[in-house]
C-alpha cells in the first residue's frame, strides 16, 4: 500500500520539490496531496512532472490561514489513511522592528504558527485513532538561533519549535512521530518573496540613521551569505525523505552543518553575552568595513572540542570570530 502524504505550500520551492520528487518516485510508493494557496499555481508542479498528473498526485487548494478552506481540504482526504503531514508552507518578515506593520507581523503568525497549529489540528484525531503517522515541519536556523532583522520572524519559528517540542511528548505513546527540519539559506522564491523594506526607501525615513546603516549591511551580508551557502532544494529534500522513511525520525534535523558552532556558542553560553556578541560580528560587523564576504572562522573552523567545558567552548568559539574592533 501506498505511503500517503499531504504537504502545504505546494507553489514553489521546498513543498514543490517535495511533492514532485515524492509523485514521480519510481516505485510508485507514495500518494501526495500536495495542497497550495493558489491553484492557478499548480502549472510549475506538473511541468516538474513532464506536464501530466500522475496517478500518484492530487492536487488540493489550501490556503493555511482559511479555515474553510482548510475543512474542505481535510474533507478531501478523510477516507484515506494519512501517513505523512508535511507543515511547509511559510512566509519570511524582514526589517528594522520598528518599522514592521502589525497587518505583516500578523500574517506571519498567522502562516508560520497559526497556519500549522490548524494544519496539524485538522488530521491529528485520525492519526492518534489509529495509532500512527508522521508530522514533519518546515522550522528554520532562525527557530534555533535569533537572527537580526528577522526578529518577528524568528519568534515565529521559535514559536514552532516550542509548539512542536511540547506537542511531540504527547504524541510519543501515539506513536506519532514529530520531526522539525531546520534549513538555512536554502535557493528558493523565500528571500525574494518576503517582505522587507527597502533601506533607501521611504518606508524608513523615520528610522533613526544608525539603524538603517546596520539594516543595509545585514542585506549585503545575508546576500552574500545566500550566494556562497544557500543550498539547492534537491539538497534540503534528502532530510525530508529521510525523516519520512526512517524508522524513528529525530525530533530535530538541520539541513547543514554550517550553523552549528554558532548554535554550540549559544547552549555553551546561558546568559547569551557570548552569543550576541557572536552574531553582531558574524552577521553585522563584517559587512560594516566592506571586507569582501566571507565566512569567520567560526562557521568554518572548530569552535572548541564540544567536549567539555562549556565555558572554554564559549570562548573559543568567540575568540575564532574575526576581531573588528579596532579595523
Ligand atoms: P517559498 O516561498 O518558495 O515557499 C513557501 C510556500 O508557502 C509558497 O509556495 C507559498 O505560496 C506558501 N504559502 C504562503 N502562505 C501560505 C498560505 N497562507 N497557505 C498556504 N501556503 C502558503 O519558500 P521555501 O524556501 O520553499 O519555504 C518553505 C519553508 O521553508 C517555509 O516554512 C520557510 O520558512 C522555510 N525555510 C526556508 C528557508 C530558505 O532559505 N528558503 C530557510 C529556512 C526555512
Do not use: W
Request: glycine residues 8%.
Amino acid at each position: 500500500e501506498k505511503t500517503t502524504v499531504l504537504i502545504t505550500g505546494c507553489s514553489s520551492g521546498i513543498g514543490l520539490g517535495l511533492a514532485a520528487r515524492l509523485a514521480a518516485d519510481g516505485a510508485r510508493r507514495f500518494k501526495v496531496f500536495a495542497t497550495m494557496r493558489d491553484m492557478a499555481k499548480g502549472e510549475q508542479l506538473l511541468a516538474h512532472l513532464g506536464g501530466c498528473c500522475p496517478d500518484t498526485l492530487e492536487v488540493l487548494q489550501l490556503d493555511v490561514t482559511d479555515p474553510r478552506s482548510l475543512a474542505a481540504a481535510t474533507r478531501r482526504v478523510q477516507g484515506q489513511r494519512l501517513d505523512v503531514l508535511v507543515c511547509n508552507a511559510g512566509v519570511g518578515l524582514m526589517g528594522p522592528l520598528e518599522t514592521c506593520s502589525d497587518h505583516a507581523m500578523k500574517t506571519v503568525f498567522d502562516v508560520n504558527l497559526f497556519g500549522a497549529v490548524h494544519t496539524i489540528q485538522a488530521f491529528l484525531p485520525a492519526m492518534k485513532r489509529r495509532r500512527a503517522g508522521r508530522i514533519i515541519v518546515s522550522s528554520s536556523i532562525g527557530g534555533l538561533q535569533g537572527l537580526p532583522f528577522n526578529s518577528v520572524y524568528c519568534a515565529s519559528k521559535f514559536a514552532v519549535e516550542g509548539l512542536c517540542e511540547s506537542l511531540a511528548i504527547v504524541l510519543q505513546p501515539f506513536n506519532i512521530h514529530l520531526t522539525l527540519v531546520e534549513c538555512g539559506p536554502v535557493n528558493t522564491s523565500f528571500l525574494a518573496n518576503l517582505q522587507r523594506p527597502d533601506p533607501e526607501g521611504s518606508e524608513l525615513q523615520d528610522l533613526d540613521a544608525e539603524t538603517r546603516g546596520l539594516y543595509r549591511r545585514y542585506l549585503q551580508h545575508c546576500q552574500s551569505l545566500f550566494r556562497e551557502t544557500a543550498q539547492e532544494v534537491e539538497e534540503v529534500l534528502q532530510v525530508f525523505l529521510e525523516a519520512i522513511s526512517t524508522p524513528c525520525p529525530p525530533l530535530r534535523c538541520v539541513t547543514t552543518q554550517l550553523f552549528a558552532p554558532l548554535s554550540r556558542l549559544r547552549l555553551a553560553n546561558p546568559d547569551g553575552s557570548a552569543y550576541v556578541r557572536a552574531m553582531h560580528d558574524f552577521h553585522l560587523a563584517a559587512a560594516a568595513y566592506g571586507c569582501p564576504p566571507h565566512l569567520p572562522a567560526v562557521l568554518l573552523g572548530d569552535p572548541g572540542d564540544g567536549a567539555g567545558d562549556p565555558e572554554e567552548d564559549a570562548q573559543d568559539a568567540g575568540a575564532a570570530l574575526p576581531d573588528f574592533s579596532d579595523v
